[in-house]
């Protein structure tokens, strides 16, 4: 079967796995706070001293909506929100801090959004000194956030590096000014060129670029110009996700109508150009949807088996329990996973009551464990193994079974007792991992959850 001929085969809605089960097909019925605390406290007790604990911490205030984001966000330009949410986000650490048995050790910290640069530099100073205050920080602690190149000054980057921070990520999309237009995110080379030039003068040792394929109204002509322009600047990681169209669940994407979007075909040109033009730029291409230099550390993680996944995207650092704060942020005890609340106004009700701001989660069966290893193993390393017992359920087998009719396609080689990703194969990772997927196959969705693969 030819490469078009897979790519109309295995174009499905797919989820992307930065977990295991998907938020869809968590099991809320069996979750509650104690038990939360309980995984949290746990988790922390066996892994704090030998990993330290990630945090990543959700500010969602954008002054106007990027049409194609599926984020969750609070559109304002009253930044009066700032300090108010900040108190609240420092009420939520002293909760977790309350459930901890010693300092927490800060392995990594992530600030996302909506636009985190939104917030004036000293309140973020004042939001970061309150978080490290009560913690230690890792020796090979790593801390990042997400900018806008319109918005991101000299005086946010100097304040966040005084304080620990040393990666930022820059949300670029396309460089094209009709499908700037249509997804209403405008900057310039030269204003990306410009943040990216001070942050490095500065001392930040890694800037990552987010581009996406499949926009409305995007083309080959503007794509490759983007990636040009890209390729100028050089950045250490660049992210090149698909797309995601969303409309029921994120309405400001019904601006445009799918006539906008290109066709399957066309989409698939767009990812075979980026990503052509990409490797031959010298990026190596890492897990799924990244490509950085050799000289940066995904890079090598990857080479070494030493590359991990979790909501934050990929890492090369393992901590087993991650935090998340703020409205919306998920955190992850590795045997139990938790959302918060969805609404601000929800939020500020709740952590200033003094109650954990938590909506939802899910605890993970034996089942469940057991799929997440093997997912995150092909996710993180394009192999995984079911030698040892805890490796081992019925519901992987179900899967392996499943996973024939992707062998026969040259997807994958299934051993007995190993399964690969062939070069052809990483094309089609989400597909791969949705073949193991047992709660997704025993629970065929009605309606459609996720964005399409490929």
């Known amino acids: 079967m030819n490469n078009q001929d897979l790519i109309a085969k295995y174009h499905v809605a797919a989820p992307r796995y930065t977990s295991y089960p998907t938020v869809p097909y968590w099991e809320n019925k069996g979750f509650d706070e104690e038990r939360w605390i309980a995984a949290v406290r746990s988790s922390f007790s066996l892994s704090n001293a030998r990993d330290g604990i990630s ?10 909506l990027c049409t194609y984001c599926g984020c969750n966000t609070r559109i304002t330009r009253n930044h009066s929100v700032e300090v108010p949410y900040i108190m609240a986000l420092l009420k939520e ?14 392995r990594e910290l992530h600030l996302g959004g909506g636009t985190p640069t939104f917030f004036n530099p000293e309140n973020l100073s004042l939001l970061i000194e309150g978080i490290l205050a009560p913690a230690s920080v890792h020796p090979q602690a790593e801390f990042s956030f ?15 590096y005084k304080l620990g921070f040393k990666r930022l990520s820059l949300g670029i999309q396309d460089f094209d000014p009709k499908v700037q237009l249509v997804i ?58 698909s797309y995601a169209h969303v409309p029921w669940l994120k309405p400001g994407q ?55 996944r979790n909501f934050m995207g990929y890492t090369h650092q393992y901590s087993e329990l991650m935090v998340g704060l703020g409205v919306s942020s998920i955190s992850d005890s590795w045997t139990a996973f938790a959302q918060n609340v969805k609404k601000v106004e929800d939020y500020l009700e709740l952590v200033n009551a003094g109650e954990m701001p938590v909506f939802k989660g899910h605890i993970l069966s034996d089942e469940d464990l057991v799929i997440r290893k093997h997912i995150l193993n092909l996710m993180c390393t394009g192999k995984t193994s079911w030698t040892l017992p805890g490796h081992r359920h019925p519901a992987l087998f179900e899967g392996l079974d499943r996973m024939k009719l992707i062998a026969e396609d040259g997807l994958v080689i299934l051993k007995e007792q190993q399964l690969e990703v062939t070069p052809k194969g990483k094309r089609f990772l989400r597909n791969i991992c949705m073949a193991l997927d047992s709660r997704l196959w025993a629970n065929q969705a009605q309606t459609q959850l996720f964005s399409m693969a490929g």
């Open 55 to 64: 945090l990543y911490i959700h500010l969602p205030f954008c002054e106007s």
């Open 93 to 106: 650490w002293a909760m977790y801090l309350k459930i901890f048995d010693e300092k927490p050790v800060i």
């Open 146 to 160: 997400e900018a806008h190149p319109g918005n991101t000054t000299g005086e946010h980057l100097r304040a966040l």
């Open 184 to 241: 209403n995110r405008a900057q310039s080379v030269d204003e990306v060129a410009f943040v990216t030039d001070l942050a490095r003068s500065i001392g930040y040792t890694s800037v990552n670029y987010d581009l996406i394929y499949g926009l409305p109204l995007q083309s080959s002509e503007g794509l490759a110009a983007t990636i040009d322009a890209v390729l100028e600047l050089r950045p250490d990681r660049i992210a090149f996700y």
């Open 254 to 308: 019904r601006r445009y109508t799918e006539n906008d979007l290109p066709d399957a075909d066309q989409k698939q040109l767009l990812y075979e150009l980026g990503r052509g033009m990409l490797k031959h730029g010298g990026y190596g291409e890492i897990g799924m949807d990244h490509f950085t230099l050799e000289s940066d550390s995904l890079y090598a993680a990857e080479k070494d088996g030493r590359l991990h």
